[in-house]
């Protein structure tokens, strides 16, 4: 078997990892990178292998840093399955056409910064294609990707939809078990089931997104959010939320949920501004099955857990303009979660130099990025070309990340009842790697193998 990460290598965007297997070549999520627009275009568009060539494609979710080079890949030339949990196929069907808006966008600014034509990396058409290739398959169900070579989704607990990929297969006349973990969720987190515990693989690729640092305890993730809103709307100003239109948006809004239920914060105006969003959230009623048991009692106590007194979810450009002239304290919480496009942009040019008002961070920031900028407290950032002072309060609550923090990334590598020959780390900023190759290799792991693009790794038993 040979694996090679072609995204997500050293850092944390483009997730892509191909499976050499028997003669067969199966790649592990197809994601989009992300980050600065001229380098993550022109690495986007730099396939290292011939998308013609591969059997088969499995998808562990639907974050577009996961699945947003899809439309790309069938564009060049790719005519097999793309295997994914159902949850996910629906994200994917309204996150992909989002992606290719953005692309749009994306390429009209490089074409006006070098004065010609740049083809957007793919469109709806691509899409709608792409789609056609979706097969779905539920947790626990044991599949054929390849001849031989089966695959099961186990949930991984991080987004809806979410799954680590089990991988088995034979080789040299012996049965073999290899592990994606894909994100990994953390445990008692609202909305989903834990992520699956795994006890047995020869080989484990793992995320390291969080693998220098913990979380703040979940169980203080609504007492801070409330402490947010209430110290910002007692100065009169506004709660600004970048936040993830997948999981993130929907964890914010049910938090909030819970806190109006308990009479903790007061009933003011909520704003969910991103069509994105909306779309997403449609679909997470169509999927309870994925939600833990908290989440269903919440249902049953309040009703529809993403329904506030005062919310409006907000879908065309007039609603969102409308949201600039109220003077009264309120609540916006708008994509992208890393501040990089989308309406969170236009909410924060109208709000970053009010001290009133609070920007409070939910999710991770990936280096440069508009979002590690506020999280860093720049005192100048640049929106649409402008420099502005930023004057906001500033709050991280990392609290509500969905994924997995040191410890936990830790104790799943260590409940291996026979431990992995290797352990490959991906999906993670090099401090973030280093730090926990360390810490794997302190509670005796095997070999851990920090995985660099483009640099195959063959495992020959």
Same mark, same amino acid.
């Given at each position: 078997?040979?694996?090679?990460?072609?995204?997500?290598?050293?850092?944390?965007?483009?997730?892509?990892?191909?499976?050499?297997?028997?003669?067969?070549?199966?790649?592990?999520?197809?994601?989009?990178?992300?980050?600065?627009?001229?380098?993550?275009?022109?690495?986007?568009?730099?396939?290292?292998?011939?998308?013609?060539?591969?059997?088969?494609?499995?998808l562990s979710h639907a974050h577009i840093d996961h699945s947003g080079v899809l439309p790309l890949l069938i564009k060049?030339?790719?005519?097999?399955?793309?295997?994914?949990?159902? /949850?996910? @196929?629906? $994200?994917? +069907?309204? #996150?992909?056409?989002?992606?290719?808006?953005?692309?749009? *966008? %994306?390429?009209?600014?490089?074409?006006?910064?070098?004065?010609?034509?740049?083809?957007?990396?793919?469109?709806?058409?691509?899409?709608?294609?792409?789609?056609?290739?979706?097969?779905?398959?539920?947790?626990?169900?044991?599949?054929?990707?390849?001849?031989?070579?089966?695959?099961?989704?186990?949930? /991984?607990? @991080?987004? $809806?939809? +979410?799954? #680590?990929?089990?991988?088995?297969?034979?080789?040299?006349? *012996? %049965?073999?078990?290899?592990?994606?973990?894909?994100?990994?969720?953390?445990?008692?987190?609202?909305?989903?089931?834990?992520?699956?515990?795994?006890?047995?693989?020869?080989?484990?690729?793992?995320?390291?997104?969080?693998?220098?640092?913990?979380?703040?305890?979940?169980?203080?993730?609504?007492?801070?959010?409330?402490?947010?809103?209430?110290?910002?709307?007692?100065?009169?100003?506004?709660?600004?939320?970048?936040?993830?239109?997948?999981?993130?948006?929907?964890?914010?809004?049910?938090?909030?949920?819970?806190?109006?239920?308990?009479?903790?914060?007061?009933?003011?105006?909520?704003?969910?501004?991103?069509?994105?969003?909306?779309?997403?959230?449609?679909?997470?009623?169509?999927?309870?099955?994925?939600?833990?048991?908290?989440?269903?009692?919440?249902?049953?106590?309040?009703?529809?857990?993403?329904?506030?007194?005062?919310?409006?979810?907000?879908?065309?450009?007039?609603?969102?303009?409308?949201?600039?002239?109220?003077?009264?304290?309120?609540?916006?919480?708008?994509?992208?979660?890393?501040?990089?496009?989308?309406?969170?942009?236009?909410?924060?040019?109208?709000?970053?130099?009010?001290?009133?008002?609070?920007?409070?961070?939910?999710?991770?920031?990936?280096?440069?990025?508009?979002?590690?900028?506020?999280?860093?407290?720049?005192?100048?950032?640049?929106?649409?070309?402008?420099?502005?002072?930023?004057?906001?309060?500033?709050?991280?609550?990392?609290?509500?990340?969905?994924?997995?923090?040191?410890?936990?990334?830790?104790?799943?590598?260590?409940?291996?009842?026979?431990?992995?020959?290797?352990?490959?780390?991906?999906?993670?900023?090099?401090?973030?790697?280093?730090?926990?190759?360390?810490?794997?290799?302190?509670?005796?792991?095997?070999?851990?193998?920090?995985?660099?693009?483009?640099?195959?790794?063959?495992?020959?038993?």
């Open positions: 078997m040979k694996i090679t990460s072609f995204g997500a290598a050293g850092n944390v965007t483009g997730s892509k990892h191909l499976l050499e297997i028997n003669g067969y070549r199966i790649l592990l999520d197809c994601g989009l990178f992300q980050g600065s627009r001229e380098k993550a275009d022109r690495k986007n568009r730099e396939y290292l292998f011939d998308p013609s060539t591969l059997d088969a494609v499995v060049q030339g790719y005519q097999g399955d793309i295997f994914s949990t159902p /949850a996910t @196929h629906d $994200l994917c +069907s309204v #996150m992909l056409l989002d992606s290719a808006f953005i692309q749009k *966008r %994306d390429a009209e600014w490089l074409q006006k910064k070098h004065r010609s034509f740049i083809a957007p990396l793919y469109n709806d058409t691509h899409v709608y294609k792409t789609m056609q290739h979706f097969v779905t398959h539920a947790y626990e169900k044991r599949f054929e990707v390849a001849p031989d070579i089966y695959v099961t989704f186990h949930d /991984a607990g @991080h987004v $809806l939809g +979410s799954a #680590m990929i089990e991988v088995e297969f034979r080789e040299k006349n *012996r %049965d073999r078990r290899f592990i994606f973990s894909g994100d990994i969720g953390r445990k008692n987190m609202p909305l989903l089931e834990d992520p699956w515990e795994p006890d047995d693989a020869d080989i484990v690729m793992m995320e390291s997104t969080y693998g220098d640092r913990d979380h703040d305890p979940i169980e203080t993730n609504e007492e801070k959010l409330a402490e947010v809103v209430l110290r910002t709307v007692n100065r009169g100003g506004k709660v600004i939320i970048p936040s993830f239109a997948l999981e993130r948006a929907q964890e914010v809004v049910y938090a909030l949920k819970r806190l109006e239920m308990a009479g903790t914060i007061p009933e003011i105006p909520v704003f969910v501004d991103s069509p994105l969003t909306v779309n997403i959230t449609e679909i997470f009623r169509y999927h309870t099955a994925c939600f833990d048991e908290e989440f269903r009692e919440t249902m049953r106590e309040g009703g529809d857990p993403f329904l506030l007194k005062r919310i409006e979810y907000i879908r065309n450009m007039d609603d969102s303009l409308r949201i600039n002239s109220i003077k009264e304290p309120c609540i916006i919480i708008s994509a992208s979660g890393m501040c990089e496009v989308g309406r969170i942009l236009h909410h924060l040019r109208n709000n970053c130099e009010n001290p009133k008002n609070t920007i409070v961070i939910v999710g991770f920031q990936a280096q440069n990025t508009l979002g590690r900028r506020i999280v860093e407290r720049q005192p100048e950032i640049k929106i649409f070309g402008v420099k502005r002072p930023l004057r906001a309060e500033v709050k991280t609550l990392n609290g509500f990340s969905a994924h997995a923090g040191r410890e936990e990334l830790l104790a799943f590598a260590g409940r291996f009842k026979r431990r992995p020959k290797n352990i490959l780390l991906v999906h993670g900023e090099n401090k973030a790697l280093r730090a926990l190759k360390s810490g794997l290799e302190e509670q005796d792991a095997r070999g851990v193998t920090i995985m660099r693009e483009a640099q195959p790794r063959r495992f020959d038993w």
